[in-house]
């Protein structure tokens, strides 16, 4: 019975441990599963931050449409010029008041006067580099509209070596409060 028993534990003591080869196998096949998900862990977090840049461009976006349509809305049209250097100027003598929107590198500066004494009131909208701003005025239905062309993250440059843009245009009626606010007067 002993020498059936040492026997076996013979065969047994020669498959305890693992060959080099399943080893090797083994640190290879859990090289290429880490690379896979490392390269997936970073293409998430470029899609995350993708994301949260376009996020903070569309609330960018947001508040200089509220912010211009209120000061177009509440001026008179013929307050209302456009400077050769991309600058809108809205100005109201009666109140002695003044917003200036100028262009400088890719930031849109908005800039609110009010009175002669105090200091000025500044805002700057930050687009991506690249983008190209231009003013449109439409005196027939005396609107004004802000056009922004904006490159698009993620995209491969055209055949010309720049990259597609994505128009914007953010449209306002000038004195369309001040109409509002004259009819509720009478």
Excluded at 6 to 18: E, P, Q, V
Excluded at 34 to 53: A, E, G, H, P
Excluded at 166 to 172: E, G, H, S
Aim: proline residues 4%.
């Amino acid at each position: 019975m002993k020498i059936a028993s040492t026997k076996h534990t013979a065969i047994n003591n020669s498959r305890l441990g693992y060959s080099l080869i399943e080893q090797v196998a083994v640190i290879s096949l859990m090289g290429t599963v880490m690379s896979i998900v490392v390269s997936i862990l970073f293409y998430c977090m470029k899609t995350d931050r993708s994301f949260s840049n376009q996020a903070r461009q569309m609330q960018v976006v947001n508040m200089l449409s509220e912010d211009l349509r209120s000061d177009i809305h509440t001026h008179d049209w013929n307050n209302i010029r456009i400077d050769p250097d991309q600058s809108l100027h809205l100005s109201d003598a009666k109140e002695s008041t003044s917003v200036t929107y100028r262009w400088k590198g890719h930031q849109l500066l908005r800039e609110q006067q009010t009175g002669q004494t105090e200091k000025p009131q500044r805002e700057s909208y930050w687009f991506p580099e690249g983008s190209k701003l231009q003013w449109l005025q439409d005196e027939t239905s005396q609107t004004v509209a802000l056009q922004i062309e904006q490159p698009i993250s993620g995209t491969m440059p055209s055949q010309t070596g720049q990259p597609p843009l994505r128009k914007l245009v953010i449209k306002a009626q000038a004195g369309r409060f001040i109409e509002v606010a004259q009819g509720a007067s009478k």
